[in-house]
């Protein structure tokens, strides 16, 4: 299989919009197990030591020891059958090095539950260069405004009629990183570095104000 080459190179405290599909749009996450696998992946692979998963299988994540890290997370979303990264590259090659870690050791998790053979993945993760502060500022309302197209795929088109329950049930999706940028504490929140990011949200008012203001957008585009 031929890759068309990237048009920049990943480079050390550069941002980037990082994702991957299922190979043929295949659904990569088929339960809770799954996405929790993959989450516990993002903070495991985060390391340039290698990963020997069995190792560490019932640990919580503030009891792994990783040394230092390859990447800065920002955001995250786990969708059906692709997902979104926000990363910030902390050393050269970082990101190659991190995803690569990641697609590898997930693909052999879900290869082996499945009992199936063969990428898992549509070929090499796709990137885009963050190259603007409005641009890294709407990758956090893109990133997580995502699992709405689960409860009305056609939103963006449409419009939202109904806040209340959009926001509802991003509060409730357990599969990104929108829990921790609205107060609630769980364990998944050491998968974040937001200090290395821009603080564009001093509260969670603030995020959840950025949230809203995107779920009006297709609305108010129509007029």
């Given at each position: ?87 910030r ?12 870690k ?72 357990l ?27 001093k ?10 203001d ?10």
């Amino acid at each position: 299989m031929v890759y068309m080459e990237r048009k920049f190179k990943f480079a050390p405290d550069e941002f980037y919009h990082v994702y991957n599909r299922g190979n043929n749009k295949s659904v990569i996450f088929l339960s809770a197990a799954d996405h929790k696998r993959f989450q516990k992946l993002l903070y495991v692979c985060n390391s340039a030591k290698p990963v020997v998963f069995k190792t560490i299988q019932g640990l919580p994540l503030d009891k792994i020891e990783r040394g230092e890290t390859l990447v800065d997370i920002g955001a995250y979303c786990l969708m059906p059958n692709h997902f979104h990264l926000l990363l910030r590259e902390k050393t050269d090659g970082g990101i190659s090095q991190f995803v690569e870690k990641l697609s590898t050791g997930y693909s052999m998790y879900f290869n082996k539950k499945s009992n199936r053979t063969g990428a898992l993945f549509e070929g090499r993760f796709k990137a885009k260069h963050v190259d603007s502060d409005e641009y890294l500022k709407y990758l956090f309302a893109y990133i997580h405004l995502n699992p709405v197209k689960i409860i009305d795929p056609k939103w963006k088109e449409n419009g939202i009629e109904d806040h209340i329950a959009a926001k509802e049930f991003l509060a409730t999706y357990l599969y990104s990183s929108y829990a921790d940028y609205t107060g609630q504490s769980r364990r998944e929140d050491l998968i974040l570095k937001k200090d290395s990011f821009p603080e564009y949200f001093k509260t969670s008012f603030e995020f959840e104000q950025l949230i809203d203001d995107w779920l009006d957008y297709p609305r108010a585009a129509l007029g």
